[in-house]
């Protein structure tokens, strides 16, 4: 029995430290690596990132994962269009062209502010997608961001929200594709870091189709009638991280600030 | 170590696929290069951005202490370098872009050791110039 407790104890003591993370590099790195379950594989163990879609009991797309942007949207979120086909008002063309000629000196995270839509969607740090079983909802978890709760119960956007960094979202399937609508925004968010101005009128929707086990599309559209003179649309293209799972990333008061000198 | 030297066969690859936390432009001059030699003091891993802190020795032999920015650690992490991939008293070459604003400080665009292994890419610069 003593012997018993002791190992108890020391497995205790053990895992104490494991939890203080004193413990060497390749496991202080959290689940930077670790085989997920339910990960389709090749005969050499390496995710199959070509595999079918996975599917819930229901038979729409299972969209759980780790999910990352590709890194020129989260620069220009227009990267793919040209210059005319972004259609912002004058007052708000002025505002891009100064936070450009600005070199982005008043990014909001460069203060550690918080990134809103859908910058935290297209940023090169991973978000994890969490279809809950059984509930009306979904999760997304960001590795830069805060959480965010899409409701997929039916009921509608707030009609006269508190503005917020984050918005108000709301989910449901049409077909295949996963669509999310949020409002509520407190303008002070930029579409990318280039500067593209949001306002409070801003209507964020998300249309995502899982292709395969390892791809998605995502089709983004603009609606922000104070900035924009009509809804416009950008296509992005998040790629699965297999065998992986989010780390911390806390913006820390940014050291870099005082050198910003801009232009 | 052996994942380190993987990983930095991959590196240049990967860089292009590294996070911007904020503008490089504000902060740097990519057209104001520099490179220095010296022995690092400290490495400070925190977010947003690493900073690697070296004394370089000048040719009358006066010390100077700079700063150069890195990638996010988590960034970093997902490239496969730690906070011990670099440590004081590591010799290292830093290529990288000048503050703008004078001070000694750089955003490095790579970090070698002295036996030529290239550790902690991921500088802002290298999704900075894709407007």
Known sequence: ???????????????????????????????????VKGTPRGPDGKADLTAPTPR?????????????????????????LKEDEVPLR???????????????????SA????LSLPLKQTITSPFKLIDIPGKEEMVMLYEGARHREIFMDGRPLPKDPEPSWYGYSIGKWEGDDLVIDSNGFNGQGWLDINGH??????????????????????????????????????????????????LEAVCEN?????????? | MKSLIVVSGIMLAAAAHLSAHHSFAAEFDASKRVTLKGTVTRVDWRNPHI??????????????EWACEGGPPNVLMREGWTRDSVKEGDQVTIDGALAKDGSKRCNSRSVNLADGRRVFAGSSEDSAGKQ
């Open chain 1, 1 to 35: 029995m003593r012997n018993f407790r002791f190992r108890n104890l020391m497995i205790g003591a053990v895992s104490t430290v494991i939890l203080l993370g004193v413990i060497p590099n390749p496991v202080r790195a959290q689940w930077l690596k670790y085989p």
């Open chain 1, 56 to 80: 819930r009991p229901d038979g729409k797309p299972d969209m759980t994962g780790v999910w990352m942007g590709v890194t020129k949207y989260m620069i220009n979120i227009a990267a793919d």
């Open chain 1, 90 to 108: 004058p007052a708000a063309l002025e505002e891009y062209k100064r936070r450009r000629a600005n070199e982005s000196k008043d990014d909001p």
């Open chain 1, 111 to 114: 203060r550690c502010l918080p």
């Open chain 1, 197 to 246: 101005p949001t306002s409070e009128a801003l209507h964020v929707t998300e249309r995502y189709h899982r292709i395969d086990f390892g791809h998605m599309s995502l089709e983004i559209t603009i609606d922000d009638p104070k900035m924009y003179t009509k809804p416009w649309k950008v296509k992005e293209s998040p790629r699965l991280l297999p065998d992986t799972e989010l």
């Open chain 1, 254 to 263: 940014n050291q870099d600030l005082e050198h910003m000198v801009g232009k």
């Open chain 2, 51 to 64: 900073y690697v802190y070296l004394n370089v020795k000048d040719a009358s032999g006066a010390v100077t």
